[in-house]
């Protein structure tokens, strides 16, 4: 049996400390899991005289790849550098060599994930990354624990940050978008360029890895349908929360059969739903099956510590793995051929808030143009128009459907524009989590 | 190394089937991930005759418990019978046999987990027992997960199904206490003796093993101060809802250095807090960590499947641990000498409500008193008394305090019905949940 194990880092920037730090402080207890001495050896890094601020119990640090991921002597390659195509080169190269690999890396688990799993399979290595989706919660550990005994149908996933502690202060305090989003570019909680969160391409990553883990099926990022929340309103969230709901930038895959949907999309929520009470920027990934019914993860989704401690859980994963023998067993290649919903088979139900004149006929020409596309209302409310947007329209409407098909229901939102009652369609939004609980 | 693993059962009630219906149908997927066959080969019964509506292939069932702990060849012994002195007394003997034990009994562990653990470290073996607390959730698992590489301060748990369900059926319809409890006891939510959910007996021995666990210090049940939630009125609730707060029955470990307070009762949580959200009969622990931060875990409590696969991932540990050679290692022993928090250290905000007179002078004396005990108010509510109620008080005074020493705050208690201005305290609460997120 396996009675020592080496470690190489490709990269040592925040995450990289973090883990140098928590296997160092946590040596002992490390030892006392796995039955086995785990040492890193050596880190791949841009600069080797650069200063750093963790100690380095005189592990060699190198700028050259090669130095890490061909050397015999390690056993494991963790990969916390960052970008898509040298990482996935690394990689792939560490598990031609036989050597497992654990990476933080969402962007490249998205786009290569299957083929580095298949390498991994192929050579009888572990590939864990467990880090990339909602760095502090243990989110893919349990759908694969969950999965050995369960099936799971639906994963509703609050996992970036930036979009949700958007949403929370404009739901919280009442304001707008634009205000909220310079005020966290201001405190360093948002990008500069903020594009890959606040329109969903984050989130997409993320459900695409959660997606394919989840229903064994190779997901591709292409067949995420992303909206992202810039386009959301303080006056959404206002007639959303007089309707019990609240605003979340949610990542779904839904499951009915054997086939699929995977979306990214601004999402009322049932003020009641846990969900609804994330907040700020914390991340949950609500997930349900068959067996154990509806259970949910939440906690920090990024940040040094709770990134690095995801990190060392799988290493640990590993080691356990390569003492046991079982290596290359636990990386779950996609079993079943991804067949994804059609439009006329996603039902959901739709929140809808349009400007149109307030006067006799107008309620009629809505309501039959809604029953003749086959889709009903649950909800009404209409109030009178205030402000500056009161100029031909004079009535405020929000309606939230019943589950109707994602087709019919498009067909309504085309077919309004015509409508010589309505000014202007406002919005629209996917509205989940009111099943029976 | 190991390679056939043969398992015993103690119990063939709810549980029991369900853990021998999941290995049942989950073989494939038990050997892939631990590497080698699992069996369950001899059951114990009362009744060896009675009709089962589970399928046993073949597994021989006895009504002699020797027959199965004496067994050489059974490497694992799972107790789903229930009770505390026989069940006991077979997992002592199990252990002492070398055989690794899990168990989904709450009541056992709370009592004599300690015990219980030290046989199995003197014996080398593994003793698991995941499904004792909250079914559905892995909390037990993430703990010394959470553990390895971090530092616990705090537990909040939502851990009693029955007392949740009635708080929320009281919360979201505004009904009394005694109306629900008749209702869930119809439905079968709540036992005709109800004492032990309604009590906190039953979440004092949950976060008896909670605290145990999380702040490896050998927790009693004595030790855990326990209210019910039998005295919590409707108005509590609205007032609560008023200023912002939702109740639960609150299990609480928390821990300033090296002293800790485990405690259970009704306890006013934030409405934005996630703990709030938590419904029905659902379960939730939330967890802080020097490291990771918040976490929550979210699930169901109880139930057949959920707790028989909370069983079965205890299995596949132990069966790995087997192959590892590392069993024993897992049971965690208390590492620290227990130092509980005197109500002096002991620091919290809490919800009181009176009843007073409205005349001149009153607020002046309630203050007064509050401040000589060192107690400051962070809000006030005042409204007249209506209804029944109306005798010599006029008003209704709702207070909530800043953090304070629960001796002085239970000293403004005791002082409170000596003032004149007071007709009645009527209840008092813990606030919690309200730290900086």
Redesign the interface.
């Known amino acids: 049996?396996v009675e020592k194990v080496s470690v190489g880092l490709l990269g040592l920037g925040t995450v990289g400390s973090g883990v140098v730090q928590?296997i160092d402080?946590?040596q002992d207890?490390?030892m006392?899991?796995?039955?086995c001495q785990v040492k890193i050896t050596k880190i791949l890094v841009n600069d080797v005289t650069k200063k750093r601020d963790v100690y380095l119990n005189g592990t060699r640090l190198t700028t050259d790849a090669n130095d890490v991921i061909d050397d015999p002597e390690i056993d494991v390659v963790i990969e916390v550098m960052g970008g898509i195509e040298e990482a996935r080169n690394y990689i792939l190269q560490a598990l031609r060599n036989k050597k497992h690999v654990v990476t933080a890396n969402k962007d490249l688990m998205a786009l290569h994930g299957s083929e580095l799993l298949a390498v991994a399979v192929e050579n009888g290595c572990d590939l864990f990354y467990e880090a990339s989706v909602a760095g502090?919660?243990?989110i893919l550990r349990?759908l694969v624990?969950?999965?050995?005994?369960?099936r799971i149908t639906k994963m509703m996933g609050i996992v970036n940050g930036t979009t949700n502690y958007i949403l929370t202060k404009m739901s919280?305090d009442g304001r707008e978008y634009d205000e909220v989003l310079a005020e966290a570019q201001a405190l360093g909680y948002a990008e500069s360029d903020p594009t890959s969160d606040v329109e969903g391409l984050d989130a997409a990553r993320k459900i695409c890895i959660l997606g394919t883990l989840g229903f064994s099926m190779k997901i591709d990022l292409e067949d995420v349908s992303v909206a992202g929340i810039s386009g959301v309103s303080k006056e959404d969230l206002d007639y959303g929360k007089q309707l019990g709901y609240e605003m979340k930038l949610i990542g779904l895959a839904s499951r009915m059969d054997d086939k699929v949907e995977i979306s990214v999309q601004p999402t009322f929520i049932p003020l009641?739903?846990?969900l609804?009470?994330?907040?700020?920027e914390?991340n949950?990934v609500y997930v349900y099956g068959e067996?154990?019914?509806?259970?949910?993860?939440?906690?920090?989704g990024a940040?040094k510590?709770?990134t690095a401690?995801a990190v060392?859980?799988d290493l640990?994963e590993v080691v356990?793995n390569m003492?046991?023998?079982?290596n290359g067993?636990?990386a779950i290649l996609p079993q079943f051929e991804k067949k994804l919903k059609s439009d006329r088979e996603i039902l959901a139900k739709y929140f809808l808030r349009i400007h149109a004149k307030d006067q006799p006929g107008t309620f009629a020409a809505l309501t039959s143009l809604f029953s003749e596309m086959n889709v009903s209302l649950e909800k009404i409310l209409q109030l009178p128009l205030k402000g500056n947007d009161a100029t031909n329209a004079a009535a405020e409407i929000i309606m939230v459907t019943h589950a109707a098909s994602k087709k019919d229901y498009e067909m309504v939102l085309m077919q309004l524009n015509d409508l010589d009652v309505v000014d202007q369609v406002k919005s629209s939004y996917r509205v989940e989590g009111e099943e029976q609980?």
Chains 1, 2 share one sequence.
């Open positions: 049996m928590i402080h946590h207890k490390l006392h899991q796995v039955g502090g919660i243990p349990s624990e969950g999965l050995s005994s369960d919280q009641s739903h846990p609804a009470a994330v907040n700020n914390f949950a067996a154990v019914g509806e259970t949910m993860f939440y906690g920090p940040g510590l709770p401690t060392v859980s640990v356990k003492r046991l023998g079982v067993n636990s609980r």
